[in-house]
């Protein structure tokens, strides 16, 4: 696991495969600008979106506290969980009471942040990934390099090596064939699941009702067909007050995220069927302090649409393993170090600070003066303040400043290659030439120098 740069060099090796991932994540940022321009009020939609997040953002707690009770009213059975490891104890907890071996899951970026998969893998339990993405990803023993398009790093080729090995399925490259195989393999997982899992798209506050939006009818195959229990996990942000307010977020989700006017499949999940067992397990994980962070808290409103990273210049140009963050791109960025400052210090640099991110974020989130704000943060507990220190002290004094003058030209001249190939920004950068001597220099030779 390197640092972000050092990830980026390496998937720049494969100069085909970077400028591919480039055009492919591009084009999702067109349909994306196609959709913005079919709707006349699109900013003022933005506008409402955030202000409908920072009014429940504000008032967390007691929706929070509606929505289990409304749930519970209906039938669901809601859990709490503090953190990743509470979150899959109790997912555990509940598979062993219902003697559950096999489980479907569709797309959670929370599972995955907390590391459900091996955490149930460990104890027995196997765990089938039904997003036909993600199913791809987990065959071949791979994180997701997108939040909304898993696999989007993987050719069609690729695709077809890995059904080979895992699905025994003829050679191909042809996507209808490979779906069709997939779809094949998956609907007998789905008929013989003892429990489903899913993610939470919203959650409405009035209603206790979660929604859950998909384009493949996975979450849906998977909670309907067999499964005799439902297990719903949820961020505490994905709370929207009433139902009113969640068609200001299904009309942007999927156009950011997809270009689509809507997902296939928006599925309201209120009670349990008859006969069968609904929780949603509502996690925290450090959203709490993400919340009480003046500078940061904003990044809660985020509805996981990946506009931010498809039109990210660094995130298209150094690919989503670059980022060793379970999100990557600016929201992956301004979420990382909230989590691990130490591990994640590299990723709020993994940007130009262009400010697409906020320009296209449909919840108006200031990513770029939020990653500014981390480079701030950051710069001032390493070796940074030291060397501003030093660097103000030289500049203050003129005697200082020529010393530093003489011995820094000379090691320009004689060390800079070897100083460049110590890191990966230096190593894909050329200095210009170093002129003889300085300007001073030049000044005091040319007669005209006086002090
Ligand atoms: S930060 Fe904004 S643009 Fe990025 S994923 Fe979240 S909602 Fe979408």
Not at 349 to 357: D, K, V
Not at 381 to 395: E, N, P, R, Y
Request: charged share 25%; hydrophobic share 40%.
């Amino acid at each position: 696991m390197g640092t972000h740069a050092q990830n980026a060099e390496k998937f720049l090796t494969d100069q085909e495969r970077a400028a591919w991932f480039n055009r492919s994540i591009w084009y999702q940022r067109d349909k994306r600008d196609a959709q913005s321009k079919s709707i006349q009020n699109w900013e003022e939609l933005r506008d409402l979106a955030s202000r409908i997040k920072a009014h429940t953002l504000a008032n967390l707690a007691a929706y929070l506290e509606e929505f289990a009770a409304k749930a519970e009213a209906n039938g669901v059975q809601i859990h709490w969980a503090e953190d990743a490891d509470a979150h899959n104890r109790i997912v555990y907890d509940i598979l062993k009471r219902h003697n559950a071996t096999m489980v479907v899951k569709s797309k959670s970026m929370l599972t995955e942040e907390c590391g459900l998969n091996p955490f149930l893998e460990k104890r027995g339990i196997e765990v089938v990934d039904t997003d036909l993405g993600e199913r791809i990803i987990q065959f071949a023993g791979e994180k997701p390099s997108h939040i909304v398009m898993p696999a989007i790093h993987k050719k069609r080729e690729e695709v077809g090596q890995i059904f080979e090995k895992h699905l025994g399925t003829p050679l191909s490259g042809d996507p209808v064939f490979l779906t069709g195989e997939a779809r094949k393999h998956l609907r007998q997982k789905f008929l013989s699941a003892d429990a489903a899992l899913s993610g939470v798209n919203f959650a409405i506050a009035e209603t206790g009702s979660i929604v859950i939006c998909t384009n493949e009818g996975n979450a849906d195959l998977g909670i309907n067909a067999r499964a005799g229990v439902h297990i719903a996990s949820m961020g505490i942000e994905k709370i929207v007050p009433k139902a009113e307010h969640l068609g200001v977020f299904t009309r942007m989700l999927a156009r950011n995220a997809t270009g689509q006017p809507i997902t296939t499949y928006t599925s309201h999940y209120t009670r349990p069927a008859q006969g069968k067992e609904m929780h949603v397990v509502i996690v925290d994980n450090n959203r709490s302090k993400i919340l009480n962070h003046p500078d940061f808290y904003e990044a809660l409103k985020c509805i996981r649409c990946a506009a931010c990273m498809n039109t990210c210049p660094v995130f298209r140009n150094s690919g989503g393993h670059s980022y060793n963050f379970v999100i990557p791109g600016p929201i992956g960025s301004v979420l990382a170090p909230m989590y691990d400052i130490k591990q994640y210090r590299d990723m709020p640099f993994a940007s130009t600070l262009c400010g697409s991110c906020a320009n296209v974020c449909p919840v108006r989130i200031p990513l770029d003066r939020q990653l500014y704000r981390w480079r701030q943060i950051i710069g001032k507990s390493i070796g940074k303040k030291f060397i501003l220190a030093s660097a103000g002290k030289i500049l203050s004094s003129p005697v200082l400043l020529s010393v530093f003058e003489s011995i820094s030209s000379f090691l320009i001249k004689n060390f800079s290659s070897f100083a460049r190939a110590l890191t990966p920004w230096g190593r894909s950068r050329e200095l210009p030439q170093i002129p003889e001597m300085t300007f001073k220099q030049w000044y005091k030779k040319n007669g005209q120098f006086k002090r």
